[in-house]
T-cell receptor, first 115, second 114 residues
Framework: AQSVTQPDIHITVSEGASLELRCNYSYGATPYLFWYVQSPGQGLQLLLKYFSGDTLVQGIKGFEAEFKRSQSSFNLRKPSVHWSDAAEYFCAVGAEDSGYSTLTFGKGTMLLVSP | DAGVTQSPTHLIKTRGQQVTLRCSPKSGHDTVSWYQQALGQGPQFIFQYYEEEERQRGNFPDRFSGHQFPNYSSELNVNALLLGDSALYLC?????????????FGPGTRLTVT
């Protein structure tokens, strides 16, 4: 069975500083990988996805993520964080036996942005 | 283009009661998945409906059941509520047959069991 680990429960970043959120996955085949963001009291918004091809993928709101098969990682990055980026971030892997249409999520990383 | 909608927004129930949550998928989507998100946790897959049938199921007891209607909307039913069922219930829609596998999530229903 697939699994996702997000090692950092909380991260605090100063506004304007760069950001990297870690995600490691366990899956037997080529994974479909996603990053979602959740603001308080809200549902999940898709930031970006990796299906195949270029291992560096661009998403919305200036986020990018790099798929590294050798490290089983799919880390999320942003060069300059804005206060509005404060939210909870979830990494997820798609399950092959369902046509990649069900997701296994990590426990999330809460991003705090300091002034 | 309306996104995924869910009702109600919040719900308070007593242990042992039954609850029904509702979801309307994004326009054009035919597959609906339900997830449970406990406080401080990531969402956990409950089940998925396609063509009015349960296609996939996660590790949840039979107290959790669902239904999909011909217009692709869906219901999640939970019987004999336990305190541990308190969570945010998220509905997601997708269109896997199109080759686009991302899921679009609704705002969720916050269920509190007392």
């Amino acid at each position: 069975a697939q699994s996702v680990t997000q090692p950092d429960i909380h991260i605090t970043v100063s506004e304007g500083a760069s950001l990297e959120l870690r995600c490691n996955y366990s899956y037997g085949a080529t994974p479909y990988l996603f990053w979602y963001v959740q603001s308080p009291g809200q549902g999940l918004q898709l930031l970006l996805k990796y299906f195949s091809g270029d291992t560096l993928v661009q998403g919305i709101k200036g986020f990018e993520a790099e798929f590294k098969r050798s490290q089983s990682s799919f880390n999320l990055r942003k060069p300059s964080v804005h206060w509005s980026d404060a939210a909870e971030y979830f990494c997820a892997v798609g399950a092959e036996d369902s046509g990649y249409s069900t997701l296994t999520f990590g426990k999330g990383t809460m991003l705090l942005v300091s002034p | 283009d309306a996104g995924v909608t869910q009702s109600p927004t919040h719900l308070i129930k007593t242990r042992g009661q039954q609850v029904t949550l509702r979801c309307s998928p994004k326009s054009g989507h035919d597959t609906v998945s339900w997830y449970q998100q406990a406080l401080g946790q990531g969402p956990q897959f409950i089940f998925q409906y396609y063509e009015e049938e349960e296609r996939q199921r996660g590790n949840f007891p039979d107290r959790f059941s669902g239904h999909q209607f011909p217009n692709y909307s869906s219901e999640l039913n939970v019987n004999a509520l336990l305190l541990g069922d308190s969570a945010l219930y998220l509905c997601a829609s997708s269109l896997p047959a199109s080759g686009i596998y991302e899921q679009y999530f609704g705002p969720g229903t916050r269920l509190t069991v007392t």
